[in-house]
């Protein structure tokens, strides 16, 4: 099977492609704007605008390719259009382009934070949200005793597949906050945490060094449902010094990589 005639690699990433596949995805970029036929000539065209210098031969065989692999439709003698599946290949290319932007810009991000933000951030968390929970013990009503079991059952199946993110704890600790009845605490604790950054970097940590947030979760809701507001605040406190304790042998093992042997 020769190179074009592979499937099409939707899921990789402009870097690692070989030059006649980013042509191929090129062409289909192309198409997705367009809404009348294109033939090679003008894709040609087309193409050496967008920095891609290539024969009108070598643009031909890129639009049989992709007629094999059924992502574009010939009409006649007038060229090609993008068919349905072209357009959501050309849409998960897109999307995976992003992702990969993104990461390298969170990955920045990350390392521009300095631990003692992060420490300063989860010490003024503790200080609030031992008292949440506290408060959660003892006045929450049943139904959002069961929303809790129910964010906690969706995280533990989350955290088996190592798919649970910041999203995911930030539900469970503002349901607490809410079930806690004082909205002086919750607004406090919103503006603590409506940073999104800190929350993806504190995720991403806990990922490296292994954390358990759906057990620590779950020794605060265990308390909440049996309305002991004393084990309640012990679990809470627990659950932020573990995170602190996150950041902190996170750092070490950078530090140490960064020192080198």
Request: proline share 2%; charged share 30%; hydrophobic share 40%.
């Amino acid at each position: 099977m020769s190179r074009l005639a592979e499937p099409y690699p939707g899921s990789e990433f402009y870097s690692t492609m070989p030059e006649l596949r980013k042509i191929e995805l090129e062409i289909l970029k192309i198409l997705y704007h367009e809404d009348k036929p294109l033939g090679s000539g003008q894709l040609r065209s087309l193409l050496a605008e967008r920095g891609f210098r290539v024969s009108e031969a070598t643009a031909g065989r890129a639009l049989s390719a992709l007629d094999q692999k059924g992502l574009t439709v010939k009409h006649g003698f007038k060229g090609r259009v993008i068919s349905a599946t072209g357009k959501k290949a050309v849409e998960e290319a897109e999307k995976l382009r992003r992702q990969e932007l993104y990461g390298a810009r969170f990955i920045n991000i990350l390392n521009s934070q300095r631990q003692e933000d992060l420490i300063e951030m989860l010490e003024a968390r503790r200080a609030i949200e031992r008292e949440l929970a506290r408060l959660a013990a003892i006045n929450a009503t049943e139904g959002e005793i069961e929303l809790l079991k129910a964010i906690l059952l969706e995280q533990e199946q989350l955290a088996a597949r190592n798919e649970m993110s910041a999203e995911h704890d930030l539900k469970f600790h503002r349901l607490i906050a809410q079930a806690a009845k004082n909205k002086v605490l919750a607004a406090a604790l919103e503006l603590i945490r409506q940073s999104k950054q800190m929350a993806m970097i504190l995720e991403y940590i806990r990922k490296e060094v292994k954390g358990t947030l759906a057990v620590e979760h779950a020794n605060i809701l265990k308390a909440i449902i049996n309305r002991d507001p004393d084990e309640a605040e012990r679990a809470m406190i627990a659950h932020i010094e573990s995170l602190i304790s996150d950041v902190i042998e996170y750092w070490k093992k950078k530090n140490h990589l960064e020192s080198g042997p």
